[in-house]
């Protein structure tokens, strides 16, 4: 299990450690704890990015998990709404611990590697009736250059790299 720690701090403030570990499946983690589901997604070998969430910025697409749902659920409905794309096959790639060091609150962010198709156009995410917190625009980009939209350190590296190592078992 290949495991990478890192600090960062929050918009508002806030110091977290993040500590990524690969994984192959969710079995163990405190199911009320875990809060997101993201999907490292690809259709005919490009990768999907959308742009826009409370950060305006580029980065995957996939949202936080809603009562009664499964990881599953959560990860295929986000990356509808966000993208307009259909998930046709996944497989997990890896969780992110995050603790929040002033108060050692902890939640874990799940990360799939998925193979998606659109469903036809693009259509604007309204992020949840807030068009602030929404998708405005999606880009099918070759993996190679995700850093162009994006660099999230040697966590990054690792999510985008097991994804593609795992993608041709989907």
Do not use: H
């Not at 998990?65 to 790639?93: A, C, D, W």
């Not at 693009?122 to 190679?144: C, L, N, Q, R, Y």
Request: hydrophobic share 35%.
């Amino acid at each position: 299990m290949k495991i990478i720690t890192s600090k960062l701090t929050g918009s508002d403030n806030t110091k977290y450690l993040v500590e990524y570990c690969d994984a192959d499946n969710f079995d163990d983690l405190p199911v009320d704890r875990v809060k997101q589901a993201y999907g490292v997604c690809f259709f005919e070998g490009k990768l999907l990015i959308g742009f826009g969430g409370m950060k305006k910025s580029w980065g995957l697409v996939g949202g936080s998990v809603e009562e009664g749902e499964t990881y599953e659920q959560t990860l295929i409905r986000e990356i509808k709404e966000e993208s307009n794309t259909e998930v046709l096959s996944f497989l997990p790639i890896g969780y992110q611990k995050v603790t929040n060091i002033d108060n050692g609150k902890v939640i874990y962010q799940l990360r799939y590697v998925c193979k998606v198709k659109p469903y036809g156009e693009f259509v604007i995410d309204g992020g949840d009736g807030m068009s602030e917190k929404g998708i405005t625009e999606i880009k099918f980009i070759d993996p190679a250059d995700y850093k162009k939209y994006f660099d999230w350190g040697e966590i990054g590296e690792r999510i985008i790299k097991r994804a593609e190592e795992l993608l041709e078992q989907i």
